[in-house]
C-alpha cells in the first residue's frame, strides 16, 4: 500500500489557484488508476486510486465529445465482469478529479444485493468535494504522508474540512434566504393586503414593524438553532405569524395615533 501512495505523491499534485488539480507528474488530459488492498478485522478492504485529470472547461461547456474519464456510474458498478460480490471484499473509489475530490463506498449496484458484514449492509455511500472555496489548499505530492494510516488519515481530514464548509456556505445562504429575502416577501405581501384599509400605509413602515417583529423570533431561534438546527426549516412561518399578529393588532386599533 505504501508503494501506492508514494506513486501517488510522485504525481506532484497540487491546485492552481485552489480551483483546478495539476499534477506534473501526469500528462494533461490523462488518467491514473491503482488499487491496493489491506485487512482489517478479517475484512479485505480494496480501495481504487484515479487520477482524472480532464479538460474542466470544454467538460462543462460540454464541447464536442468532451467528458470525463472515469465516470463512477459506468465503471464503479456491480457487473458480470467486474465488482461482483465476494466473501469478506469490500470495495472502495478515490477519485482525484481536475476540479473536486470524490469518495464512494461499494459500487453502483451493492444496495440490490444486500450484503451484510459483521452485521452491517453494505450500501453504496459517495462524498464530492469540489476544490474550490472547500479545500482549496489540497494537494497530493511529497508534503503529504506516505504511510497507509497517515494517508487515510489526511484524506479524511480533507472530506470532513471540505463538507464543513460545504454546509457553513448552505448555512449562509439559507440565513440569506430566510433573513431577507423570504422576509421581504412577506413584508410585501402583508403591505398589499394592509395598505388599503389599515392605518399604515408606506412600505417602510410595514418593514420597520417587521425590524422590530424579527427580533425576540431571531433570539429564539438562535438559541435553539445551536440544538435544534433542522428548525431552520420553520423560522421564516414562525416570523409570518408573529409578523401578521403585529400587524393586525396595529391596523385594528382604534386608539392608535
Same mark, same amino acid.
Given at each position: 500500500?505504501?508503494?501506492?501512495?508514494?506513486?501517488?505523491?510522485?504525481? &506532484?499534485? #497540487? /491546485?492552481?489557484?485552489? +480551483?483546478?488539480? %495539476?499534477?506534473?507528474?501526469?500528462?494533461?488530459?490523462? @488518467?491514473?488508476?491503482?488499487?491496493?488492498?489491506?485487512?482489517?478485522?478479517?475484512?479485505?478492504?480494496?480501495?481504487?486510486?484515479v487520477i482524472d485529470m480532464f479538460d474542466i472547461k470544454n467538460v462543462y461547456l460540454e464541447v464536442g465529445d468532451s467528458k470525463i474519464n472515469?465516470?463512477?456510474?459506468?465503471?464503479?458498478?456491480?457487473?458480470?465482469?467486474?465488482?461482483?460480490?465476494?466473501?469478506?471484499?469490500?470495495?472502495?473509489?478515490?477519485?482525484?478529479?481536475?476540479?473536486?475530490?470524490?469518495?464512494?463506498?461499494?459500487?453502483?449496484?451493492?444496495?440490490?444485493?444486500?450484503?451484510?458484514?459483521?452485521?452491517?449492509?453494505?450500501?453504496?455511500?459517495?462524498?464530492?468535494?469540489?476544490?474550490?472555496?472547500?479545500?482549496? &489548499?489540497? #494537494? /497530493?505530492?511529497?508534503? +503529504?504522508?506516505? %504511510?497507509?494510516?497517515?494517508?487515510?488519515?489526511?484524506? @479524511?481530514?480533507?472530506?470532513?474540512?471540505?463538507?464543513?464548509?460545504?454546509?457553513?456556505?448552505?448555512?449562509?445562504?439559507?440565513?440569506?434566504?430566510?433573513?431577507?429575502?423570504?422576509?421581504?416577501?412577506?413584508?410585501?405581501?402583508?403591505?398589499?393586503?394592509?395598505?388599503?384599509?389599515?392605518?399604515?400605509?408606506?412600505?417602510?413602515?410595514?418593514?420597520?414593524?417587521a425590524a422590530i417583529t424579527s427580533i425576540p423570533v431571531f433570539i429564539v431561534f438562535f438559541i435553539l438553532l445551536w440544538f435544534l438546527p433542522?428548525?431552520?426549516?420553520?423560522?421564516?412561518?414562525?416570523?409570518?405569524?408573529?409578523?401578521?399578529?403585529a400587524i393586525y393588532r396595529i391596523n385594528t386599533t382604534e386608539d392608535l395615533v
Amino acid at each position: 500500500m505504501n508503494e501506492v501512495i508514494r506513486n501517488l505523491r510522485n504525481k &506532484e499534485c #497540487e /491546485l492552481d489557484e485552489g +480551483i483546478e488539480l %495539476k499534477c506534473g507528474g501526469l500528462e494533461p488530459i490523462d @488518467l491514473y488508476e491503482q488499487e491496493v488492498e489491506f485487512v482489517v478485522d478479517g475484512i479485505t478492504k480494496r480501495i481504487t486510486f484515479v487520477i482524472d485529470m480532464f479538460d474542466i472547461k470544454n467538460v462543462y461547456l460540454e464541447v464536442g465529445d468532451s467528458k470525463i474519464n472515469y465516470d463512477p456510474k459506468s465503471k464503479f458498478v456491480v457487473s458480470e465482469d467486474k465488482y461482483q460480490p465476494e466473501e469478506n471484499i469490500e470495495n472502495y473509489l478515490i477519485i482525484f478529479w481536475s476540479d473536486a475530490l470524490y469518495f464512494q463506498a461499494h459500487p453502483y449496484g451493492t444496495d440490490a444485493l444486500k450484503i451484510k458484514h459483521q452485521g452491517e449492509k453494505l450500501k453504496t455511500e459517495t462524498v464530492k468535494i469540489f476544490y474550490q472555496s472547500n479545500i482549496p &489548499e489540497f #494537494e /497530493l505530492n511529497q508534503n +503529504i504522508p506516505d %504511510k497507509g494510516p497517515d494517508f487515510g488519515a489526511y484524506l @479524511l481530514e480533507q472530506i470532513i474540512q471540505g463538507r464543513q464548509n460545504i454546509l457553513k456556505l448552505k448555512s449562509y445562504t439559507m440565513a440569506f434566504l430566510v433573513g431577507v429575502f423570504y422576509t421581504l416577501i412577506t413584508v410585501l405581501v402583508l403591505w398589499i393586503f394592509f395598505r388599503k384599509n389599515g392605518k399604515l400605509k408606506s412600505v417602510t413602515e410595514y418593514y420597520n414593524i417587521a425590524a422590530i417583529t424579527s427580533i425576540p423570533v431571531f433570539i429564539v431561534f438562535f438559541i435553539l438553532l445551536w440544538f435544534l438546527p433542522f428548525l431552520i426549516d420553520i423560522f421564516i412561518f414562525v416570523f409570518a405569524v408573529v409578523y401578521l399578529m403585529a400587524i393586525y393588532r396595529i391596523n385594528t386599533t382604534e386608539d392608535l395615533v
